[in-house]
């Protein structure tokens, strides 16, 4: 009797499934959806406000997406956070591979963890496509600060140009800022113009360098003593600390030899030894007096003021090019006027008059 009410009872759908079944079904499809679900940038921008760091990761991921779907997203997203912007401290770190960048940023950023700072570390590398980027194969030489929970590593956006990773960096910047991060490093292994690039959307900027057998100032790239606000000497320990200290003091003697700075900040030379953790403290002392004179002198803000000036005019030039690029008829006809350029039917000069034209009455 119990069992025929129980089948009695068993509810079944037209198709003869149980609706138990189809019910658990229709929840598990509901939490996978959920789980999928779209958070709307609103959402994110809220969440960023908070510090929550999976947020920050998903819009730098809609930074980096270069779908024009995501364009509003994006926008949503900068226009939210730029109000609670600007309040870090941006530091740019370059110097050749193997000088112990990945090094310096572990024992630098955990040092200012263990002053109350929350860290970024984000990168821009113009060859990261090729080789995955130095951060994510980096993530083991920063050990510590991965697990930290004010540390936020961001392994370099690739596949683009560089003024395309440049932009997205200089957007993540800015959801970082937002997101509570008061000190930003911004790691660059300096090829092609990527120092500029950092250069151009940092305060500080640390030039790190090896002591060589002899003369440390052969090779070393033309403008990036001008750039420099500090030399580091790293690997400043066991055999080489001597030969360290030889070249701190050459390094000094010629950067004598430049102009003094619109900033007013005579570059300094400090020896350090990421490895070991020593001379990490006065590179951040180091910092603290530039930030204080450089505030003093208004040097910061007119600095910061005149890299928006250069990312404005930046940006529309990257737009325009994009915009002239990516229509369909330009590509064709930019096809063609290059196949005639090698037929010798046309010049350069021809081929991009008619080019231009065209696009504008497109
Ligand atoms: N002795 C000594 N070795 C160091 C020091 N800093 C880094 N190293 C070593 O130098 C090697 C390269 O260090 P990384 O931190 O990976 O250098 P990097 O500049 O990030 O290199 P790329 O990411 O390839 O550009 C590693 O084997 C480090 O252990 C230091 O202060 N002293
Ligand atoms: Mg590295």
Redesign the pocket.
């Known amino acids: 009797m119990k069992q025929t009410n129980k089948q009695n009872s068993a509810l079944h759908n037209k198709e003869g499934k149980s609706i138990s079944n189809s019910v658990s079904a229709k929840s598990a499809a509901r939490i996978k959806k959920l789980r999928k679900k779209k958070v709307s940038a609103e959402e994110l921008l809220q969440a960023i406000l908070k510090g929550n760091k999976p947020a920050l990761s998903r819009a730098i991921t809609l930074i980096e997406s270069q779908q024009q779907n995501h364009a509003k997203d994006v926008s949503t997203l900068i226009e939210g956070c730029l109000p609670h912007a600007n309040k870090s401290i941006r530091i740019g770190i370059t110097?050749v591979?193997?000088?112990?960048?990945?090094?310096?940023i572990e024992a630098f950023g955990n040092y200012l963890i263990q002053q109350g700072k929350k860290v970024a570390v984000l990168a821009v590398d113009p060859t990261s496509s090729i080789s995955h980027g130095?951060i994510l194969g980096?993530k083991t030489?920063m050990e510590e600060l991965v697990k930290q929970e004010n540390a936020f590593i961001r392994p370099t956006a690739s596949g683009d140009s560089l003024g395309g990773v440049a932009k997205k960096t200089r957007e993540s910047i800015i959801l970082c800022e937002a997101a509570g991060f008061d000190t930003i490093l911004i790691e660059t292994?300096g090829v092609g113009q990527s120092e500029t690039v950092v250069h151009s959307m940092t305060d500080f900027f640390l030039l790190l360098k090896l002591a060589g057998a002899g003369d440390e100032l052969q090779g070393i790239k033309r403008g990036i003593m001008e750039m420099a606000d500090a030399i580091i000497i790293?690997?400043a320990?066991?055999e080489n600390e001597r030969p360290a200290k030889k070249a701190k003091a050459e390094f000094k003697k010629a950067l004598h030899l430049y102009p003094t700075r619109q900033s007013e900040w005579i570059p300094k030379v400090k020896l350090c030894?990421?490895?070991?953790n020593s001379g990490i403290e006065p590179i951040w002392k180091m910092i603290e007096n530039y930030r204080k004179i450089t505030q003093e002198n208004d040097y910061f803000y007119h600095n910061r003021h005149e890299q928006n000036k250069f990312w404005l005019l930046q940006t529309i030039n990257e737009q325009l090019k994009s915009n002239f690029y990516n229509q369909p008829t330009i590509k064709t006809e930019l096809k063609k006027q290059l196949q005639l350029i090698e037929e010798n039917k046309t010049t350069p000069f021809e081929a991009a008059t008619y080019l231009l034209k065209l696009a504008k009455e497109l």
């Open positions: 110097g591979p193997g000088v112990g960048k990945s090094t310096f130095s980096d030489r292994v790293n690997k320990d066991g030894s990421a490895l070991y």
